[in-house]
């Protein structure tokens, strides 16, 4: 990443399960002073009052700016608009469907294009199982438009105590992968080196 450009993520929180994992994301970037965009789907307004004891205003609040997501105008939906990339985290079968498949009816969609069309990083925390085989294709069809699938899978060899462990090790992960260190995420070799 050029030492000029902002350090800036679009965090999106579709409505799979999972809403914590996008909110630990939005608390870790802030932490890392990342500056983030976040957009929240409908339905992921519903998962977070569902999983958490967080109000969608709360979330949003954590946030740099935050976008309706029927507002295809916002900055985000632009290329012009620099960003490190975007995290769709977590991001639903339907939310991977509409990147797959070019359709940017809403702004996860069209932010997710731009950042492909653009070359930036584009992370598809795909939360669903099992998966079929549409899923897969849809997943096959996302990669070769430049999208990362990133399923949030847990790593057991840091031996995590608990759920707070296995959440942060994941996204940990997925910052890192948006080429941004983090102290969140351990490692396989820092484990065998002890």
Same mark, same amino acid.
């Given at each position: 990443?050029?030492?000029?450009?902002?350090?800036?993520?679009?965090?999106?929180?579709?409505?799979?399960?999972?809403?914590?994992?996008?909110?630990?994301?939005?608390?870790?970037?802030?932490?890392?002073?990342?500056?983030?965009?976040?957009?929240?789907?409908?339905?992921?307004?519903?998962?977070?009052?569902?999983?958490?004891?967080?109000?969608?205003? &709360?979330?949003?609040? $954590?946030?740099?700016?935050?976008? &309706?997501?029927? &507002?295809?105008?916002?900055?985000?939906?632009?290329?012009?608009?620099?960003?490190?990339? $975007?995290?769709?985290?977590?991001?639903?079968?339907?939310? =991977?469907?509409?990147?797959?498949?070019?359709?940017?009816?809403?702004?996860?969609?069209?932010?997710?294009?731009?950042? =492909?069309?653009?070359?930036?990083?584009?992370?598809?925390?795909?939360?669903?199982?099992?998966?079929?085989?549409?899923?897969?294709?849809? $997943?096959?069809?996302?990669?070769?438009?430049?999208?990362?699938?990133?399923?949030?899978?847990?790593?057991?060899?840091?031996?995590?105590?608990?759920? &707070?462990?296995?959440?942060?090790? $994941?996204?940990?992960?997925?910052?890192?992968?948006?080429?941004?260190?983090?102290?969140?995420?351990?490692?396989?070799?820092?484990?065998?080196?002890?």
């Amino acid at each position: 990443m050029t030492d000029n450009l902002p350090r800036r993520i679009i965090l999106a929180i579709t409505g799979a399960s999972g809403a914590i994992l996008g909110i630990r994301a939005l608390e870790m970037l802030k932490q890392l002073g990342v500056e983030t965009h976040l957009i929240i789907s409908r339905a992921g307004n519903l998962t977070i009052t569902r999983e958490t004891q967080l109000q969608v205003k &709360d979330v949003q609040g $954590m946030a740099n700016a935050h976008y &309706d997501p029927r &507002d295809i105008t916002a900055p985000i939906a632009s290329g012009s608009f620099i960003t490190t990339g $975007m995290l769709v985290l977590p991001c639903s079968i339907k939310t =991977l469907s509409a990147i797959a498949n070019s359709y940017a009816n809403t702004l996860i969609a069209r932010a997710a294009d731009v950042c =492909l069309k653009e070359g930036r990083p584009c992370l598809l925390a795909v939360r669903e199982t099992p998966f079929h085989a549409g899923h897969i294709h849809l $997943m096959r069809l996302a990669t070769r438009a430049g999208a990362v699938i990133c399923p949030p899978i847990p790593s057991f060899y840091n031996q995590p105590q608990s759920m &707070d462990d296995l959440i942060n090790n $994941m996204v940990g992960r997925l910052i890192l992968r948006l080429g941004i260190e983090n102290p969140y995420y351990t490692a396989w070799g820092a484990i065998n080196s002890e």
